[in-house]
């Protein structure tokens, strides 16, 4: 009974800071986290201990998940570079920095313990990054580089933390051991997060119930994460590979309900999971305070003194490593202006030359869709070049999080000073979500820095429908064929379905005209009446059914059509 009291007053809180915090214009998380520390002290609130297998296993997985399957592969795969560089390279580097650091100050700690616990705080936490980053107005490229940060840089901390777990307790015969473990657990997650992709994908796309497949969908990132972890993988890289292929592979394998449907399922439990973890974080600060059971070891405050200066450290570590990731990223362009260069090349010699072999087509297709790969890269590297701001950003926005605190929870009770290293995880992961989460819109405005160019956007989605309608409809040319009939189509209803496509393209284009007032673009016009006659239609559909004119199932049926025709006009109307 008092789990479920427990639950509603959580969901309550949750549902009522978001809705504050948009008004407010502070990240919900941020918010949550204190209304957390506050809560955590009234009287009459017990103890808040989550075990740590209950995050990492049982929130993280589907958190994860929920990122991974909205994040675009070919932006995942134009920043690759980045993304590696913070979640491995900077994550590795970290924990070894920071680890010294806590091992000068904490002097019975092993230098392995040490470590541990730099990596337990190194990275930056895949919450934080996909709660806060997404609500600042970041340039897209920028965002995209936090988010895979954030994806990824989990399952390099997790595995990190288990090899210097196991030689702080003599169980790991060698450094190269530790080598080994690591890339064998990368190597684990990649084939069998691919493998779960692909299953769930293929059986999801044979099910037409979307009742079985939103059941099939909730479990598909524990159906990755547990026997990755089982066989001693990267039970976290293995979600998100398994998310990345999903959310690639849903526009041609499901339907447009399908992907309707995972879009409002996996927000919704995004936004309960990813809320409810920071509330989290702020409701166990007092249960963490009281496990401090010998302050004359290390005092809760010498604890959360320590842990500032971990948090300086980490901030300080952060920056100086920024550095050449963005000299790297201006070489990289570099590069890929020389790569275009002698591709367009040798496509110009397979145009001067006949192609007489088979195998001379294919080398010729290959590369001309290398080429259209590889130059559009390029215009994203020119127009979303990250620079010293963008840097600036990216050093402060190491935000650590639920992770950080699961994590610290998990380490063994034989590890010395056990409570006041989770104190000082807990201090890390609450100065840095506050701090730097807190500051980071501020630090964006002073810097300049844009979102997307809304008015680009609109102008280049009207010209990617007008190709769209292009290719659609040819389809009309021929229109028994495209209807699979063969008596003549009437020509009203071929044209009815060709001013339809018009109408969008129009549409578009309309959105492009900023100067114009709203009220007067025909299409707003058009929407206008289409909604008032959707609103007179769902009127009388209400009388029908308080009468009992007509069978409960029609009447539902008739709803729906309503429902799918009116989501579609108010989502073009906003």
Known sequence: ??????????VAVIVGVAAFARKLGVAAPIILVIVGVLLSFLPGVPDIKVPPEVILDGLLPPILYAAAISVPLTD??????????????????????????????????????????????????????????????????LLTVLEGEGLVNDATALVLLRTALAAALG????????????LSAVLIALVIGLVVGFVSVWVRSKLNDPVLDTALSVVVPFAAFAPTEAMHGSGVLAVVIAGLYTGHAAPRQFSAQARIS??????????????????????ELRTLIGDVQHPEVISVWNAIGIGLIAMLSLVVIRFVLIVPLILGLRRRAERA??????????????????????????????????????????????????????????????MRGVVTLAAAQSLP?????????????????????????????????????????????????????DDLSEAGLAVLDDPESAAGTSAPVDPEVVERVRQSSYLRAES????????????????HVYRTLRLAVVDAERTRLLLERARGSYPSRVLTEAQSLLDLEETRLRTRSR
Do not use: C
């Not at 009974?1 to 959580?10: K, W």
């Not at 169980?171 to 690591?182: E, I, M, R, S, Y």
């Open 1 to 10: 009974m008092e789990l479920g009291v427990y639950a509603v007053i959580a």
């Open 262 to 283: 995972d879009q409002i399922n996996w927000r919704t439990i995004q936004f309960l999971l990813e809320n409810g973890v920071f509330l989290l974080i702020g409701l």
């Open 171 to 182: 169980t790991l015969a060698t450094p190269w051991a530790g080598v080994l473990d690591f």
């Open 76 to 141: 995942f795969r134009r920043n690759l570079a980045p993304i590696a560089g913070l979640s491995v390279v900077l994550v590795i580097i970290t924990a070894f920095a920071s680890g010294f650091v806590l091992f000068t100050m904490l002097p019975e700690l092993s230098l392995a313990a040490a470590v541990a616990l730099g990596a337990i705080i190194s990275p930056p936490d895949a919450v934080a990054a996909t709660s806060i980053g997404r609500k600042l107005g970041l340039p897209p490229r």
């Open 337 to 398: 202006e020389r790569s275009v260069l002698r591709e367009w090349l040798m496509i110009s010699y397979f145009r001067d030359h006949p192609v007489r072999y088979r195998w001379q087509a294919l080398r010729k297709q290959r590369a001309e869709q290398r080429y259209l790969r590889h130059r559009s890269d390029l215009e994203e590297f020119r127009q979303e070049a990250i620079g010293w701001k963008g840097g600036v950003v990216l050093g402060w926005a190491g």
């Open 413 to 465: 009770t034989s590890i010395p000073y056990r409570p006041q290293l989770i104190l000082i995880a807990f201090t890390v992961a609450f100065v840095s979500l506050v701090l730097q989460g807190g500051t980071l819109p501020w630090l964006i405005r002073i810097l300049g820095l844009q979102g997307a160019d809304v008015g680009e956007d609109r102008r280049l989605l009207a010209q990617l429908l």
């Open 508 to 523: 578009a284009w309309e959105r492009t005209l900023l100067h114009a007032p709203e009220d007067q673009r025909p299409h």
